[in-house]
């Protein structure tokens, strides 16, 4: 006969679903303690949360126990792929297959609504969970500082434009670049307050809180010219996988610094769309783990 008494056993009693809107405001927060980040910006995030959500962009999966969600993840609705972000468990339920629960919910969510390809950014945490699911690698990307301190800063103002609209030529840039139609997400950033660098037909970029991304352009030249405005902006920061590239076309130019910055590896399943890579030089986002 075996003690009544319980003693050595976890058991785990949590929920995987889809985020509430009323929830987004903790989704948010369980993403930046998750990522190491303080909460400083969840209103801001919030903001981003919310319209891509409401224009069904956007959809979240949360594990939720006794009332406290442990962690999230997004799937992004874009045409013909969909990607996925903010994948992340805080720091006290790791381990325990949480994660692993909510990206399952995240495939079959992906599935349900045909999508054939998926991509997304691994950090070192994340890789081992996705390659599990058949993702494989692409390329590796990383942050860069800019360090705007050794830049000469040689602007052509007549040629570089900050405008208010979204043309067309841009649209069709960057879905030449990546495949992907972004026209929902690119409206909803300046909505945010983004500001589209343009040199009209060749290139452009989008500057945003600090942060230079994504520049799509047909040279390096023009990629120079965009991230130079930037800089005049304010950017401090940018993510490439292109920094060899870049080094030796901007050496003379800007100075870019990884620190202590890991890189992250570009991972996606199914079917691979038609890119060309040769026109990214900075991404909009990728995971920080
Ligand atoms: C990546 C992340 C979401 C994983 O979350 P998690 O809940 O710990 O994931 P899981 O528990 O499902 O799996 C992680 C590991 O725990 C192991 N594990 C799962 N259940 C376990 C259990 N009951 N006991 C012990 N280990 C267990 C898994 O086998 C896996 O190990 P492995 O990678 O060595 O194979 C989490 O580490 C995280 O939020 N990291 C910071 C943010 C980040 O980098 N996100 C990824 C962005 S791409």
New binding site residues.
């Given amino acids: 006969m075996t003690s009544e008494k319980k003693v050595d056993v976890t058991i785990s009693d949590y929920t995987v679903r889809e985020l509430k809107p009323e929830e987004l405001l903790e989704g948010v927060k369980v993403y930046l303690q ?2 190491g980040y303080t909460i400083e910006s969840a209103e801001n995030d919030k903001s981003l949360w919310k319209k891509l959500f409401n224009r069904n962009m956007a959809k979240f999966i949360t594990a939720e126990e006794n009332g406290k969600l442990m ?1 999230v993840a997004g799937l992004f609705l874009f045409d013909p792929i969909a990607t996925v972000g903010y ?3 805080l720091q006290e ?10 990206f399952t919910a995240i495939m079959e969510l992906a599935t349900s609504l045909n999508y054939e390809s998926i991509g ?11 390659r ?1 699911f058949g993702f494989q690698g692409e390329h590796y990307v990383r942050q860069y500082q800019i360090l705007s301190n050794n830049t000469k800063i040689k602007i052509q103002d007549d040629k570089i434009k900050i405008i208010e609209n979204l043309p067309n030529w841009v649209l069709d840039l960057d879905k030449l670049s990546v495949g992907i139609d972004r026209t929902k997400y690119f409206r909803i950033q300046m909505e945010l307050g983004a500001k589209l660098i343009v040199v009209k037909d060749k290139g452009f970029g989008f500057y945003h809180n600090g942060k230079i991304g994504p520049v799509i352009a047909q040279g390096a030249e023009t990629a120079v010219d965009i991230i130079n405005k930037s800089i005049s902006l304010g950017a401090d920061h940018l993510i490439t996988s292109k920094f060899d590239v870049l080094s030796e076309c901007l050496s003379n130019t800007i100075k870019l610094d990884k620190g202590g910055n890991l890189p ?1 590896l570009k991972m996606y399943y199914g079917k691979r769309v038609p890119q060309s890579l040769n026109y990214v030089y900075a991404l909009s986002s990728f ?1 920080i ?1």
């Fill in positions: 998750s990522f962690g994948m992340c468990v339920y790791r381990r325990r297959g949480v994660g692993k629960a909510i997304l950014y691994a950090s070192e945490f994340g890789e081992p969970l996705y599990k992250n995971a783990g």
